[in-house]
């Protein structure tokens, strides 16, 4: 990573590494607002992996272009995104789209994925997989940028497994993102402007999840970011998110990316966790230690590595707010951390999974109050309700990792012999660790288990949904109406209707008008699921209906 | 459950309730409005103010193209109301920069030529634009489009705000909206028996502003109301830069092309959804999206960097090319207000119109043609 790119920001022109992505290219160079937002606030990366649609920057006069997902190149010009991008003559529709039939498509190249797509393929199914990044690995084993060294045995694990889902004949389609799931199933996506149909005989989703913020106010501002984020920079392109950091959140990934960043140079100022102190519950620890010691003990060392450091790590200490100050963001919690003053704010109060194309296609689910998230109901071989779909993973409810491992061996194993006709022969080791691993899970979550935040807590002045900018203030009359539905404060309020589709939103809103009305939560609790899964360039559907009017014919 | 007993009940709080709620309330009536909360066609509304014949309903239900034609000048006095109540609401960004209804070839702009004579005799603004005319308008029309007729009537408004805005002035005026459903309407000697899911009220009158749904309740009293249900499919895209004055139609193609203040642009103009009522939401055909996104593509190809953001089906609903407005023959203090085919357009003057018949008052055009009892 010697090589230098030059390309230029808003005119002024940059030098920076290359191999990264523009977000950790601007980011590098101290810029952190992306583009205009509405009633022109500015807005930044937020979500670091092509979810939320806040880092949108125009790149050589198109706009809409996500810097997170964006490789730098020399002589990019890229500029701030205006809130209404001009109308330019579209760049040149590729008149070739691809559309490929194989036995299994695999969509998501992270741990559960990628497992699945291997397994499949020893099995002898054609495989196709495909992955939004353009390097698969998934957020767990977030592999390094082309460029850039492996890190650690995280990653070094991710490489090793990304290798064998590559040597076992499985295809892979990078940089694929997915907007659509149809019956059939029949998957649309797009892929560096070409459009991609997948019409295959079963499917395995495994698109795991995202990471859910506390809603603060402030929260949108240019330089806080989730936890994840921030590890994408640090783990992908050796970037820091800026020198001074505070960490919030509920989990383990908090703490290990607060030690990453630490290692990086990063003075880590604040580490603020929801729980309380994991010795203070001693049997869940227990449990925990017995279900993986070896984990257990990286996760107490990366504490102790911490203290080492003088990081001053708080339990039982949230996020309050976070406005602009002087040369930075000032982060208050609301007990013993205080307030500090950092470049970035990171956190990360859990995760949702990533379920639209599951919804999409009709499988049923159940919701789980505790960690308030949809569950997707699965067969024993991870079959959904919905026959030939198959899910692993986070994407069902989450996991972690080495569950959602060993889900992918048992669904590619399941799928493989479905398309061959064959009785599934899977490994009977497999369901004695898938047992171990979702014990250990178990456990950690007792460990860190803490009360999520309160609809009745979050301030007025909060915003619910960034995109379109709405409060909590402004949805507080249009939800209490009585008899009313999700869809309906969304059309009074404009809740959920922006770029990121309600990710962010639609849990939080769903639960608190469940909870109002006395209703319990369910799938239809949520905004309805609707294709687009995320914004799609017109030209791409205009591709699609003309080759799909090619191949139908 | 408000009073027992109301002066008139309003069955339906889509865009046609809440306008004669509105009028209703203005003259002082005891009233309540319910509604079911669902597949509301006002609330999937993509905010056109229709005026011109649209080509899709010539094409697809030439029979009543006699009926359309007919009501010609209801729809020119529906956008003279639509101002009126853009005002009233306090602006909904209601724009009346005219409609364009694109040729893209010889054949179509003799369609259209002959429309426009059709329309210009009923006392439509139209003209017909050829190329060089249409490109000072609208420089952002693709290359293959030949010529234009252009509605100067018409224009278009932001439904979402509509909808927010009567319901908070309904609000305002101490009428809250009972969200249930309305399951029979019934004779009692000294008015309308209303049931509902929250119980029953009696009424003078009762006002049917219930789309497709007056079908099932006008035939609970034995009165034929022939009107079905259409599924739609909408899109919408990200916001863009503010180009699109009009709105835009097709001599052939089904589609409708706005933006919206916001910048988004809206396409529709009635690709088929699917409705099951066992399911109870309308739902996105993927022929439909791929169809109509890719036809806006080519009409403009300016928009085809932008991208797609959400989609929607929501419920037209159709009847005979006229709207249904008047007093059940047999039961005459149940007004039927439904709109049929442009309904949002239509609403609110179809609306005023049921308020003023269950006030008494007089009418501002002759309801004749427009009665229920043609059915019968």
Redesign the interface.
């Known amino acids: 990573m010697t090589d230098t790119v030059k390309f230029h920001f808003d005119g002024e022109e940059l030098s920076l590494p290359a191999g990264l992505s523009l977000a950790a290219a601007l980011t590098t160079a101290g810029i952190r607002g992306f583009r205009e937002g509405p009633n022109g606030a500015t807005r930044g990366m937020f979500c670091g992996m092509g979810v939320c649609q806040e880092c949108l920057v125009e790149v050589d006069g198109?706009?809409?272009q996500r810097a997170c997902m964006t490789k730098v190149a020399s002589g990019l010009s890229v500029r701030t995104q205006s809130?209404?991008?001009?109308?330019?003559?579209?760049?040149q529709?590729s008149s070739n789209p691809l559309v490929e039939k194989p036995d299994i498509l695999v969509v998501g190249g992270g741990a559960g994925g990628l497992s699945a797509a291997a397994e499949a393929a020893r099995h002898g199914a054609q495989v196709l997989l495909l992955d939004e990044r353009a390097t698969s690995g998934g957020q767990f084993y977030k592999q390094p940028a082309a460029g850039f060294a492996l890190l650690d045995k995280q990653q070094s694990d991710g490489a090793a497994l990304l290798d064998d889902a590559l040597q076992s004949g499985a295809r892979l389609l990078d940089e694929t993102e997915i907007w659509?799931a149809?019956a059939g199933p029949?998957i649309h996506a797009t892929r560096r402007g070409q459009a991609v149909i997948v019409r295959p005989r079963v499917l395995i989703v495994a698109t795991g999840a995202y990471e859910q913020p506390r809603l603060v106010p402030g929260w949108e501002l240019p330089g806080v970011m989730t936890t994840g984020a921030a590890q994408t920079l640090w783990r992908s392109y050796r970037t820091l998110p800026g020198g001074r950091v505070a960490v919030f959140g509920n989990g383990p990934l908090n703490l290990q990316v607060a030690d990453e960043l630490r290692s990086g140079g990063a003075e880590v100022l604040l580490v603020a966790e929801a729980a309380p102190a994991p010795w203070t519950r001693p049997g869940a620890a227990v449990a925990m230690s017995a279900a993986s010691p070896g984990l257990a003990r990286d996760g107490l060392s990366t504490l102790m590595r911490l203290r080492r450091g003088g990081v001053p790590v708080h339990f039982k200490t949230v996020l309050s707010r976070v406005e602009t100050a002087d040369g930075g963001l000032r982060a208050t919690t609301d007990g013993a951390g205080g307030e500090v003053v950092v470049d970035a704010v990171c956190m990360n109060y859990g995760f949702q999974p990533q379920n639209e194309i599951l919804r999409l296609l009709g499988a049923d689910f159940i919701y789980e109050e505790r960690r308030g998230q949809l569950i997707c109901q699965r067969s024993d071989e991870c079959e959904t309700t919905v026959g030939g779909v198959f899910a692993v993973g986070d994407c069902c409810g989450m996991g972690g990792a080495p569950a959602a491992r060993v889900e992918g061996q048992i669904a590619g194993c399941a799928a493989a012999a479905k398309v061959l006709g064959q009785q599934a022969m899977y490994n009977r080791g497999a369901n004695l660790r898938l047992r171990q691993h979702r014990a250990f899970q178990s456990a950690l979550w007792r460990v860190f288990e803490a009360d999520s935040q309160d609809y009745a807590d979050i301030a007025q002045e909060t915003l619910v949904c960034r995109c379109e900018s709405v409060t909590k203030g402004d949805i507080d009359g249009p939800s209490q109406?009585?008899?009313?539905?999700i869809?309906?404060v969304k059309?009074?309020t404009?809740v959920g209707?922006?770029?990121c589709?309600g990710r962010y939103c639609s849990h939080v809103l769903a639960k608190h008008m469940a909870l109002a009305q006395g209703r319990s939560v369910d799938e239809r609790a949520y905004f309805?699921p609707?294709?687009?899964i995320k914004?799609?360039?017109?030209?791409s559907?205009?591709a699609?209906?003309?080759a799909?009017e090619a191949d139908d014919a | 459950m408000p009073d027992e007993r109301v002066d008139i009940a309003v069955v339906g709080g889509g865009i046609t309730g809440l306008a004669a709620a509105l009028h209703l309330t203005e003259a002082h009536a005891r009233i309540a409005v319910f509604d079911a909360g669902l597949n509301a066609g006002s609330n999937a509304n993509a905010g056109s103010l229709h005026v011109q014949l649209q080509s899709r309903f010539l094409r697809l239900y030439p029979d009543e193209a006699p009926n359309v034609e007919a009501s010609l000048p209801l729809y020119l006095a529906a956008t003279r109301t639509w101002i009126e109540l853009d005002r009233w609401l306090g602006g909904v960004e209601l724009a009346q920069k005219g409609g364009l209804m694109l040729a893209e070839s010889d054949a179509q702009m003799a369609f259209l030529e002959k429309k426009a004579e059709r329309e210009s005799r009923k006392g439509l603004d139209v003209d017909i634009l050829n190329r060089a005319e249409l490109e000072e308008i609208a420089p952002w029309l693709g290359d293959h489009v030949v010529g234009a007729e252009l509605c100067r009537d018409e224009g278009k408004l932001n439904p979402l705000l509509a909808n927010e805005a009567a319901r908070k002035l309904l609000k305002s005026s101490g009428v809250a909206i009972v969200p249930s459903q309305v399951h029979a309407l019934e004779p009692v000697p000294d008015g309308i028996r209303v049931s509902t899911d929250a119980g029953d009220c009696i009424a003078e009158h009762a006002i049917l502003a219930t789309s497709w749904g007056t079908r099932a309740l006008a035939a609970g009293l034995g009165v034929r109301i022939p009107v079905s249900w259409e599924p739609l499919h909408m899109n919408i895209t990200e916001p863009g830069d503010y180009i699109m004055e009009h709105l835009v139609q097709h001599a052939e193609q089904p589609i409708t092309l706005k933006q919206f203040q916001s910048g988004q642009i809206v396409i529709g103009g009635g690709w088929a959804a699917k409705f099951d009522p066992a399911v109870g939401t309308p739902e996105v055909l993927k022929a439909s999206l791929l169809g109509n996104v890719a036809l806006a593509a080519h009409l403009a190809p300016g928009i085809a960097h932008l991208r797609l953001m959400r989609t929607w089906a929501g419920l037209n609903t159709t009847a005979d090319g006229k709207s249904i407005i008047g007093p059940l023959p047999g039961t005459p203090r149940v007004i039927a207000a439904v709109p049929g085919d442009a309904g949002y357009t239509l609403g609110p003057i179809v609306g005023q119109a049921a308020a003023n018949l269950a006030l008494g008052n007089e009418q501002q055009f002759d309801l004749m043609p427009y009665t229920p009892a043609r059915f019968s």
């Not at chain 1, 914004?535 to 030209?539: D, E, F």
Request: aromatic share 2%.
């Open positions: 198109n706009p809409n809130a209404r991008p001009a109308l330019v003559a579209s760049p529709i659509g149809f029949e109406e009585p008899g009313v539905e869809g309906g059309r009074a404009r209707m922006g770029r589709q309805a609707r294709v687009p914004p799609v360039p017109i030209a559907v205009l699609a209906q003309e799909l």
